[in-house]
């Protein structure tokens, strides 16, 4: 059974830095892509990045290029996003999740790839 367990969410004023933690379980981690999405209250889950089963090759939301980073560990399994210069609008629960296509080459920003989702972690960004 797959397991993504996000962490490192909370409150931020606005030019703040967090670093979110995707801990991953029941599947072998560095074959497949990962995700992360967001939602803000009241809105769809939206695309923020993903990264290759490899960590070569990643994608974002053009509104967090350049401020975010996706990155990943397979020995630790985890994957990681460092949010920087963070603004209100970025407020929303992070959810990261895993693609279950087995070495795919390029990772993808559409949510209907993505099978299995952690529970999610809160990022506030007061102004």
């Known amino acids: 059974q797959v397991q993504l367990v996000e962490s490192g969410g909370g409150w931020v004023q606005a030019g703040g830095s967090l670093r979110l933690s995707c801990a991953a379980s029941?599947?072998?981690?560095?074959?497949?892509?990962m995700g992360w999405f967001r939602q803000a209250p009241g809105k769809e889950r939206v695309f923020v990045a993903a990264i290759s089963w490899s960590g070569g090759r990643t994608i974002y939301e053009d509104s967090v290029k350049g401020r975010f980073t996706v990155s990943r560990d397979n020995d630790k399994n985890t994957v990681y996003l460092q949010m920087n210069s963070q603004k209100p609008e970025d407020t929303a629960v992070y959810y990261c999740?895993?693609?279950?296509?087995?070495?795919?080459?390029?990772?993808?920003?559409?949510?209907?790839?993505?099978?299995?989702w952690g529970q999610g972690t809160q990022v506030t960004v007061s102004s």
């Open positions: 999740a895993a693609d279950p296509r087995r070495w795919a080459v390029f990772p993808s920003n559409e949510l209907a790839t993505y099978n299995n």
């Open positions: 029941g599947l072998t981690f560095s074959g497949n892509n």
